[in-house]
């Protein structure tokens, strides 16, 4: 599958077709090491695993070329660390990682919990580059890899009655300060999105970035990637998903409700309470110097505006 933004992306170039039978040439083809003791083991074991190529879409247009890499390792946004944005990459090193495994309950004909593992032998990894908009009015161009949610959720056989999903974090007190102290937010994290939202093939679950296994800081080793919504939306180190009939209540919509609302779609014509949306500081440029146009849906209207098609956009965030 070829993702394409609102900006075109050409065709995607696929790797060879053999299929790569144990992780560490998995690894390899990534570029990645076994050097670095940080990858888990669903990555980094000696067990066979059948991965079928990477898909890696590219694109030449300059307004979708990647942030480099150092800058979104070490501006991230993850409060059960810390409440800056550089502390994180120090903080989020003691979380542990690995053994990781992901439960998948409610409306579902086959509720169950898989290993990390069992999940990405059945995926095809793709690179997809995506822009990524803060709520706080900042952005940024990554290079993900990972699979889509749908094929995951596939894998539970949702019911007619699934309407809403909703994904918790881990809970891990000891390694994460604030979620230990219970501070600002109530943990662990939730997040939710609409079934046909969940289910749409931009919606992606990241298991690594720029080629490289997900970085801790950055919410491994699983986390969600939805670009057209702003980027809280996009929940770190998932640990469980549930199919509900009604929608969840998330963390920062019950957190500052009138700040935060279940939606959060990137939208320029709707503020946010105590600051404009209308435009955003590209990661890396100066504050006054390089910001861009926010796009409706953050540039993916052609892709998702249907999904809100009776809704009035105006009025809602």
């Not at 919410?219 to 509900?244: C, D, H, M």
């Not at 910001?291 to 892709?303: A, D, H, I, K, M």
Request: with cysteine; hydrophobic share 40%; charged share 20%.
């Amino acid at each position: 599958m070829i993702i394409k933004t609102k900006k075109d992306i050409p065709s995607s170039e696929i790797t060879p077709p053999e299929i790569f039978k144990e992780r560490r040439k998995f690894i390899q083809m990534l570029g990645l090491t076994l050097a670095g003791a940080n990858i888990p083991s669903a990555f980094a074991g000696e067990n066979k695993v059948n991965f079928a190529n990477l898909i890696k879409s590219t694109t030449p247009d300059d307004s979708l070329k990647p942030t480099p890499a150092e800058l979104v390792k070490n501006y991230t946004n993850y409060y059960e660390f810390t409440f800056n944005k550089d502390d994180a990459t120090k903080l989020a090193q003691s979380m542990v990682i690995d053994p990781w495994s992901v439960e998948i309950s409610g409306e579902v004909e086959k509720p169950a919990t898989y290993h990390l593992e069992a999940i990405l032998n059945k995926q095809t990894l793709e690179e997809r580059i995506y822009r990524f908009r803060c709520v706080e009015g900042w952005s940024m161009v990554v290079p993900w890899v990972g699979f889509s949610l749908a094929n995951l959720l596939k894998m539970a056989k949702p019911l007619s009655t699934a309407q809403f999903v909703k994904f918790t974090t881990i809970q891990q007190p000891e390694t994460m300060p604030n979620q230990r102290d219970k501070k600002m937010l109530d943990f662990p994290y939730v997040e939710g999105l609409r079934i046909d939202e969940a289910m749409h093939p931009l919606t992606m679950l990241a298991v690594g970035m720029y080629g490289e296994t997900l970085p801790k800081q950055n919410g491994a080793p699983l986390r969600l990637v939805v670009p057209w919504k702003y980027g809280f939306k996009s929940i770190k180190a998932i640990v469980k998903i549930e199919l509900l009939k009604n929608p969840p209540l998330t963390t920062w919509n019950q957190s500052a409700p009138q700040e935060y609302g279940f939606y959060a779609n990137v939208n320029p014509s709707v503020p946010h309470p105590r600051w404009s949306q209308n435009s955003e500081r590209l990661l890396g440029s100066g504050f006054f110097t390089s910001r861009r146009q926010t796009e409706l849906f953050n540039g993916y209207s052609e892709q998702v505006a249907s999904l809100y098609q009776n809704m009035d956009l105006r009025h809602f965030f």
